[in-house]
């Protein structure tokens, strides 16, 4: 059946027009992003584990922890020659004091100011100064005595002896009730969160792995979980640069800024085009200005979803995105959180309460993806991850499987060698195993089709009432609705079936009947798919009006069909699943069967009704001509004598 029209190809060209909405992806770059997705999984998993195992073998490194302290001391970023507080008791003895300024090491005078961040460390590479703070601060040599010149708040100068090393840091934890091992997790604690993350990012990526938005938001999760502590520690130990590291982290929040932008359907505007081609700025920014920026890219992100929550109506879209702005909006003040707690552990004024501080960041930011994902999941697992009854279905039925089988195996084979012993005594061999699988196969397999029977109606209901019971109304229908009233009824089931949030039925080349779409809509439709046969591809996911298309074929004798049953996609834009199409495919030739039933006996209530109206006509007729044969004869009758 050709839907022949206009074609779409007679378009004007030359003009870009962007996207209603990001389309899903095709196979190729769904090929492409399955590869890079499958290799960052790879790396959130054994980066982490790895980065662990390096830490824990490795020679005792806490003093990262808090810059200065394997000199006794701990002190900011911004200003390496101001000490803010002792570290240890072997410090507090060689006379370092909270306050002190370092004036000199080795007799070699500091700057007043003296920053050690990666990028002042790298432009005063040759600098005596920072090349002798270089050394106190990151060395690698223990139990080196140092001789440093302070300035005291008092503004007397006075000469303290210092010993480098992890003693210092380490006497300071068990101070406050931590063992140096227990010290060397204090700054990962959020791998406890990791397990359920790379689950969710799992779950987000497969509930519809060519759905852009939700597999750029799993893939956020896991550049995050690959770039962060411990799996830094892994990659800096296996030789990556640390740029590639910083990189990795970098494209993690542009990648989770598109997704909230994005989510939940992908709608594009010219204005949301812009700001997502401004997301990569990102890549070149460092330090509080690169914080800065993501949290004022966050704010416009919630802002732009909760605008978005205000202009939908009351439905089970404005709850998804009620759950998912919860999420973004918790991680965006978690995140907040986070990043204050890492700027003011540089003005913390003891080691247990930098510690402190550091737990918390370290906890928030892990708190934060936490609520992200819970947000992001509620909102997709409720109401948007239909296949997910298909995963739980077949999981029930594997389980109960699984459980009779063993169950009747262990009866059958306890049951069998209790008998067998008694005749043969201990020496039976392996006969009652043997037995016992064999009673398990033949008691199983007529259960079988009753697990699946019950697990469809428990977890597919809408599936199963589609399957067994549209059937059925059709059969009950079609000796008494008239052809629109049919259609209209399998429209409406195969909707509530599938969650199709449109559909419409071609019949004999007409459009006869639509549910959430007008025919008009539907009549541009056929024209844009002008010489293209319907038969070819009845499952489109590029499509946004009608992804699925079912021929209605009354018989596997007859091979053109008599028509079509268009169906739209689901709320979230994703299509039927591959169980919805095959019952739908399984019930088309009743559907078909039904409809040409309908449409024969409308034809030959018609015929009856024009031949009950002709004869209707001509009995009048013969009635008028008998009226005014048998008038004039009256009217010559004499009267009465």
Known sequence: MQLALASAAQEKRGRFRLPPAVPPFSTRTYRIFTLIWMTALLLAIVGPAMGIYYRYAAADNNSQLVLGSRAGFGVAPGDATKIRFAVGPEARRSGIRPGDDIIAIYGLPLPAVMPV?????????????????????????????????????????????????????????????????????IDILHVLFYPFLLWAAWILHRRNARDAVSSILSLAVLLTISAEQPSSFFLAAIGVPRVVNVGLFDLGNICLLAGILLFPHGRLSVRLAVLLAFLPVLLFLHGQLYQSVFIGFMI??????????????????????????????????????????????????????????????????????????????????????????????????FALITVLIGGIFAAANEGVKVFVQGLYGPDAGNSPGIFAAAVATVAVTPLYDKIQTW???????????????????????????????????????????????????????????????????????????????????????????????????????????????????????????????????????????????????????????????????????????????????????????
């Open 455 to 641: 697990s469809a109606k428990k977890f597919q209901r809408n599936l199963f009432l589609l399957r067994d019971d549209l059937p059925e109304c059709v059969r009950d229908l079609r000796e008494t609705a008239t052809t629109n009233e049919l259609i209209e009824e399998v429209l409406l089931r195969i909707e509530r079936g599938v969650r199709a949030v449109r559909s419409a039925a071609i019949v004999n080349g007409k459009v006869v009947s639509t549910r959430g779409v007008s025919a008009e809509e539907v009549e541009e439709w056929r024209q844009s798919r002008e010489g293209q046969s319907l038969e070819e591809d009845s499952a489109e996911s590029k499509d946004r009006l009608f992804p699925v298309r079912l021929p209605l074929v009354p018989s596997s004798d007859d091979v053109a069909p008599i028509g079509y049953i268009l169906v739209g996609p689901r709320p979230d834009g994703t299509i039927a699943s591959k169980d919805e199409q095959n019952a739908l495919n399984e019930i088309s030739e009743s559907i078909a069967r039904g409809i040409r039933n309908v449409i024969k006996r409308e034809a030959r209530e018609r015929l009856v009704m024009d031949r009950i109206e002709a004869n209707a006509r001509r009995i009048e007729a013969l009635e008028a001509l008998l009226a005014g044969r048998s008038s004039p004869t009256l009217k010559q009758a004499p009267g009465p004598a």
């Open 300 to 397: 416009i992100a919630v802002l732009l979803l909760l605008r978005c929550l205000r202009q939908t109506p009351s439905s089970d879209l404005r709850q998804q995105i009620r759950w998912a702005l919860l999420g973004f909006s918790g991680y965006a003040l978690l995140r907040g959180v986070s990043i204050l707690a890492d700027s003011m552990k540089w003005w913390t004024e003891t080691f247990a309460t930098q510690m402190l501080v550091e737990v918390v960041a370290g906890l928030s930011f892990a708190a934060g993806v936490l609520v992200l994902q819970l947000g992001l999941l509620i909102a997709l697992l409720r109401y948007r991850l239909y296949d997910a009854e298909v995963v739980i279905s077949r999981s029930a039925n």
């Open 117 to 185: 961040s990666e990028q002042a460390l790298a432009d005063n590479a040759e600098d005596p100064a920072y090349i002798a703070m270089g050394n106190l601060l990151y060395g690698t040599d223990s139990s080196s005595e140092v001789p440093l010149t302070v300035r005291g708040t008092d503004g007397r100068t006075r000469e303290v002896v210092v010993v480098t090393g992890e003693q210092h840091i380490d006497s300071a934890a068990r101070s406050v009730g931590l063992g140096p091992k227990l010290l060397s997790f």
